[in-house]
């Protein structure tokens, strides 16, 4: 059960308008790695959590924080778009630091959404919820969770050096420091699951069930050999199972493909240099 509490979790007030910067803080609202996503992430990876129930709140907890969050975003943007002078942009135009303005900021801030915030990113695309991961297996949804903390706080920090308006950092600094925070319970969380699992997702799999010459071997496919003085090359593998072994010059562990014609009534082009080729499986 959720209910709304009136005030915001942190301050979400810029010192002026600015509706070009509006535009650019839609993306850590409805980018694919902004607020939007990982709420909806998080809850759904909650609401699909079979077990240990610390884990469950724990998605819980943070997926409503960041429902907060959406919301501190959405007042940042009205609140930047207010005086945007759109009703006669003609006249404002002349103005040509106004004009510049106009030219720079969403007009659909203007036409579609009323001068508010949309469930968009910085160049107009709708947030989709092909954005979120929820798959059952908390180890690997811990993972990405990690990954869209990451991504998410290095757009914030690099909005924050893209603003000098004191109220607008203010709230980004808050934004950012919970990011450190949740990064933080991630990996916590991730480690704690690699010590009941090992690391490698998913680890119920029978490990006599993979080709086991291959579980732990690098293949150098590139020019040179600097990939070889890797922690991934040599030594104990992560998962304790076995030795990294670092292989310079692979082979092929397959034959060349044949295949049998297609069917006339398919109209493939004939094969015409070789007439019968007996097929391989």
């Not at 579609?112 to 915030?117: N, P």
């Not at 709230?171 to 480690?191: G, K, P, T, V």
């Amino acid at each position: 059960m959720f209910y709304h509490v009136k005030h915001l979790q942190y301050h979400a007030k810029p010192e002026r308008p600015d509706p070009v910067y509006a535009k650019k803080l839609q993306e850590i609202l409805g980018g694919q790695f902004g607020e939007i996503s990982v709420a909806l992430q998080y809850l759904f990876q909650g609401w699909n959590t079979r077990g240990d129930g610390k884990y469950r709140d724990l998605l819980m907890d943070t997926g409503t924080e960041e429902l907060a969050h959406v919301e501190m975003l959405a007042t940042m943007i009205a609140r930047l778009l207010d005086g945007a002078p759109v009703g006669d942009q003609e006249a404002a135009a002349k103005n040509p630091v106004i004009g510049a303005v106009l030219g720079g900021m969403n007009p659909q801030h203007a036409i579609v959404s009323g001068l508010g915030a949309m469930p968009a990113d910085s160049v107009g695309n709708r947030w989709t919820a092909d954005y979120i991961i929820a798959s059952g297996n908390l180890l690997a949804d811990f993972r990405m969770n990690l990954t869209a903390e990451s991504q998410g706080r290095l757009q914030a920090v690099r909005l924050y050096e893209m603003t000098t308006d004191p109220g607008v950092r203010d709230m980004l600094s808050f934004l950012i420091a919970r990011d450190r925070m949740h990064q933080n319970q991630w990996y916590a969380a991730i480690c704690e699951l690699e010590e009941k699992e090992n690391i490698v997702v998913p680890s119920t799999f029978p490990t006599h069930l993979e080709k086991q010459e291959v579980a732990h071997t690098f293949f150098n496919l590139s020019e040179g050999h600097e990939s070889s003085t890797g922690r991934w090359a040599s030594g104990p593998s992560m998962d304790s199972l076995s030795e990294f072994t670092y292989v310079a010059e692979p082979g092929a562990f397959g034959r060349i493909p044949r295949l049998r014609p297609a069917p006339p009534y398919i109209h493939n082009t004939p094969i015409v240099d070789k007439p019968h080729v007996p097929p391989m499986f």
